[in-house]
């Protein structure tokens, strides 16, 4: 066991030393995209951001724990196993939130979990999630981001143990990319592939739902080989939500499930789901909302 230990111990050491190196390699992301400024494109992007939960963790909490969901100005304190994190402020302003980013800052940010000055984001920032969000999605998001009043807002420091920094955040990325496994195949008999595809594209990539219901290794690492079989996040445990647990669900029940938290049982969910269900399914598009009941139905 002993020696175990050490064999981890130091190859996550080498991996932090391999994932140094490859702080000089920025990630490439399309240099000539370029943020829209139409009002369909901001209106598309505001759309996203409702999909994509962002208001669950960025909405503005002041000093004094008073909590404004119409705005984005950060605050919101995520207490994990690996400490607490206080999610930023994303209106423009220039000092204290994100005024003047590009378009490559924001693809940088969300599909790669990249600040624009080339450091890593804790994972607490969904981003390994989001990596699969579409170039058009990301920029819109962005754009409707940059249409916001900026509001001055600095949120308080992260609490971190002194080993989680974010250098150590490139070797546990290079980690989580070779152990993460992949997703069983789709088996699904259904003919609506395309309906079902946008489905996953929903609950994979926006909806970051694997983010709560996968398990995770002891060092944080999402099972994608075991997705949506349930977790454990702190004391709560986490229902799963894969076909073998939904299978007295019909697509119906589900779709009910997205808009008013009400399951397959008749039961209202409760704990962070009815916050999902308010910031982020009730208001998808029925046809997205079917989508996402096609995709865990099928
Ligand atoms: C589960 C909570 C959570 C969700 C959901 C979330 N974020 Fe964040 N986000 C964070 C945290 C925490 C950070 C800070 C990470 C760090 O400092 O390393 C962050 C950082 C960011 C940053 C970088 C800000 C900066 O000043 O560098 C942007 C931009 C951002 N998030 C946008 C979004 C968008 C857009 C969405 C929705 C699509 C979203 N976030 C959803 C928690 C979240
Ligand atoms: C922030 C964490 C979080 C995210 C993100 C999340 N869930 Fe949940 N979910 C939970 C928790 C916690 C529960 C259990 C709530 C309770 O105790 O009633 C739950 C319960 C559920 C249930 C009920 C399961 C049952 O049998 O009782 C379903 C279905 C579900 N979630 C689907 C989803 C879908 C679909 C998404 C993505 C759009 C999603 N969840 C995203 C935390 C989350």
Request: aromatic share 10%.
């Amino acid at each position: 066991m002993a020696k175990r230990r050490t064999l981890l111990f130091g190859m996550t050491i080498s991996l932090i030393v391999f994932g140094a190196a490859l702080i000089f390699f920025s990630p490439s992301v399309n240099q000539s995209a370029k943020l829209p400024t139409s009002p369909a494109a901001i209106a598309r992007g505001e759309y996203l951001v409702n999909a994509g939960g962002c208001v669950s963790c960025h909405l503005a909490v002041d000093a004094q724990g008073n909590r404004d969901e119409s705005q984005l100005s950060g605050g919101h304190a995520l207490a994990t196993d690996f400490g607490t994190f206080y999610a930023p402020n994303i209106t423009p302003d220039t000092e204290t939130g994100i005024g003047g980013w590009s378009a490559q800052d924001f693809l940088l940010a969300l599909q790669h979990g990249r600040s624009p000055e080339g450091s890593l984001y804790y994972p607490a920032f969904p981003y390994r999630s989001y990596a699969g969000l579409s170039d058009a999605d990301v920029l819109d998001i962005g754009a409707y981001l940059l249409s916001l009043e900026p509001i001055t807002q600095r949120v308080p420091e992260h609490e971190t143990p002194w080993w989680l920094n974010r250098v150590a955040l490139i070797g546990w990325n290079a980690l989580a990319d070779w152990t993460q496994g992949s997703v069983p195949s789709s088996d699904t008999e259904s003919n609506d592939e395309e309906f079902i595809a946008r489905g996953a594209y929903l609950a994979r990539s926006l909806g970051h739902c694997g983010e709560c219901h996968t398990p995770r290794t002891s060092l944080g690492v999402s099972q994608l080989s075991r997705e949506f079989a349930g977790a454990q996040l702190g004391e709560e445990k986490i229902e799963a939500i894969d076909r073998e647990a939904l299978a007295e669900w019909t697509r119906d029940n589900f779709d009910l499930f997205l808009l008013l938290g009400i399951k397959a049982d008749g039961e209202f969910v409760g704990g962070d789901m009815s916050d999902v269900i308010d910031h982020n399914t009730s208001r998808l598009t029925d046809a997205d909302r079917l989508a996402l009941a096609a995709f865990f139905t099928r």
